[in-house]
């Protein structure tokens, strides 16, 4: 059974983005990896029911996703409503799609409440970025899936290869 990567749908050029754009990953492991049938595309958000486009949310600031996940810090919209839950329930949803699939991978993209892996933004809607994970990568990795950037595509390869199948 090969190893499949759970892959962000924006990435895969769905407008799907809170913003309602995509950000489409051009690379030829993406078009290697959908040969071999390794990818399961989902955007967490829509997964949950939330709308596109929506408004730009945001992990509290001076929080974690692992305060989000176990209910000590929130989710917020730029408009201020809270969507906690819906990201919690966006997580969830991803966890249990990437074990029903067998995905030991994920390739999320970066910067996203829900998807970034390296860094988030800091809470106070000002473009200012923090090292940290978004709510479905944290909850991803404390999972054992392996998560990977949309700027990592070439150690997501070097994993696979290691990996061997």
Same mark, same amino acid.
């Given at each position: 059974?090969?190893?499949?990567?759970?892959?962000?749908?924006?990435?895969?050029?769905?407008?799907?983005?809170?913003?309602?754009?995509?950000?489409?990953?051009?690379?030829?492991?993406?078009?290697?990896?959908?040969?071999?049938?390794?990818?399961?595309?989902?955007?967490?958000?829509?997964?949950?029911?939330?709308?596109?486009?929506?408004?730009?949310?945001?992990?509290?600031?001076?929080?974690?996703?692992?305060?989000?996940? $176990?209910?000590?810090?929130?989710?917020?919209?730029?408009? &201020?409503?809270? +969507?906690?839950? /819906?990201?919690?329930? =966006? #997580?969830?949803?991803?966890?249990?799609?990437?074990?029903?699939?067998?995905?030991?991978?994920?390739?999320?993209?970066?910067?996203?409440?829900?998807?970034? $892996?390296?860094?988030?933004?800091?809470?106070?809607?000002? &473009?200012?970025? +923090?090292?940290? /994970?978004?709510?479905? =990568? #944290?909850?991803?990795?404390?999972?054992?899936?392996?998560?990977?950037?949309?700027?990592?595509?070439?150690?997501?390869?070097?994993?696979?290869?290691?990996?061997?199948?």
């Amino acid at each position: 059974m090969i190893a499949r990567i759970l892959v962000s749908a924006c990435l895969m050029g769905h407008a799907v983005r809170y913003d309602g754009v995509a950000k489409p990953l051009l690379h030829p492991a993406i078009e290697r990896w959908r040969g071999e049938g390794r990818l399961v595309v989902l955007c967490p958000e829509m997964s949950a029911g939330m709308p596109v486009p929506r408004p730009p949310a945001e992990i509290e600031p001076g929080r974690t996703a692992g305060a989000v996940l $176990s209910g000590d810090a929130r989710v917020l919209e730029k408009t &201020g409503g809270d +969507v906690t839950a /819906a990201f919690r329930e =966006a #997580a969830e949803n991803a966890l249990a799609l990437a074990r029903r699939t067998n995905c030991r991978f994920a390739l999320l993209i970066d910067g996203s409440p829900s998807c970034g $892996s390296s860094f988030v933004h800091d809470g106070g809607f000002r &473009g200012a970025r +923090v090292s940290g /994970a978004g709510v479905t =990568a #944290a909850l991803l990795r404390a999972n054992r899936i392996e998560v990977f950037s949309d700027r990592q595509i070439g150690e997501l390869a070097a994993r696979i290869e290691e990996f061997g199948s």
